[in-house]
């Protein structure tokens, strides 16, 4: 009795010996040094691996840097001190880094506002709305609200309330992930010192809309006229001008003038 019991645990004893003497030799055989320089970048990086550089996580993209086939400034969020460690570790001049970036989704089109034009009950996600006669909003250009952006995210910098997707600003990273998830294409990155954003993305005639969201941009052109070097008209949507030395008191006049309150301007 106490044979069958003793000579299977031997067996798996010796078996398990056996297979852990073969892991050792087959990983010493195959391991793969990494350059000093390789492991000099890996450690500048942040290690959230997001995957905004392209690259499969930290590890790709310190290979890449390393092999030059990538460029120092390529981590998405790492900034600019995260690209003067690496030029540093690479011995070239830094990039810089570019200024810090946030998303905006460019609609305001709430469960109140927004018109749907039928109720959907299915997968919620973007894509698989979209699919279905193009969503269920009225407005061609409106937030669909399933959060496939929200998913996407890597930081939960952003969250659908209301039926839109709202993006937290002091979370976001810039890395993309929702820029390229979002169907509707309304999820766009800008300057994080950018103070006016048009939440609209609706190129409609103002009465189709206003018809469609009560939020909408209706191209009236007040932004414009009221402050013409933040603000201009493209194909009867407003659109901000990108710079950093506009008049803050200018900027929440023309956001105030705004019939459909479709302007926000951050401090």
Do not use: W
Request: with cysteine.
């Amino acid at each position: 009795m106490i044979e069958t019991v003793i000579i299977p645990i031997a067996v798996l004893a010796i078996l398990g010996f056996v297979f852990a003497v073969a892991l050792g030799f087959v990983s010493e055989k195959f391991h793969v040094e990494k350059s000093v320089k390789e492991q000099q970048v890996r450690n500048c990086l942040p290690g959230a691996n997001c995957g905004a550089c392209g690259f499969p996580g930290c590890d790709g993209l310190a290979a890449a840097i390393a092999k030059g086939e990538a460029p120092v400034n390529a981590c998405a969020i790492g900034g600019k001190s995260t690209t003067d460690a690496i030029a540093a570790v690479m011995g070239v001049e830094s990039a810089g880094g570019s200024d810090r970036k946030v998303a905006i989704v460019k609609c305001d089109g709430t469960c109140d506002a927004a018109k749907d034009l039928y109720a959907y009950s299915g997968l919620e996600d973007c894509r698989a709305q979209i699919a279905l006669f193009g969503g269920k909003k009225a407005c061609n250009y409106g937030c669909l609200g399933c959060g496939s952006c929200e998913k996407a995210c890597p930081f939960d910098a952003i969250h659908v309330k209301d039926g839109v997707a709202l993006v937290d600003r002091e979370k976001c990273v810039a890395c993309g992930k929702c820029v390229t998830t979002c169907p509707k294409n309304i999820i766009t990155l800008v300057p994080f010192s950018q103070k006016q954003v048009v939440i609209c993305s609706s190129h409609d005639k103002g009465k189709d809309a206003r018809t469609n969201c009560g939020n909408s941009c209706i191209g009236c052109s007040i932004c414009a006229k009221t402050y013409p070097e933040a603000f201009a008209m493209d194909n009867f949507l407003s659109v901000e001008q990108i710079g950093n030395e506009f008049d803050h008191d200018l900027l929440k006049q023309a956001a105030e003038k705004c019939p459909n309150k479709c302007i926000e301007v951050f401090e």
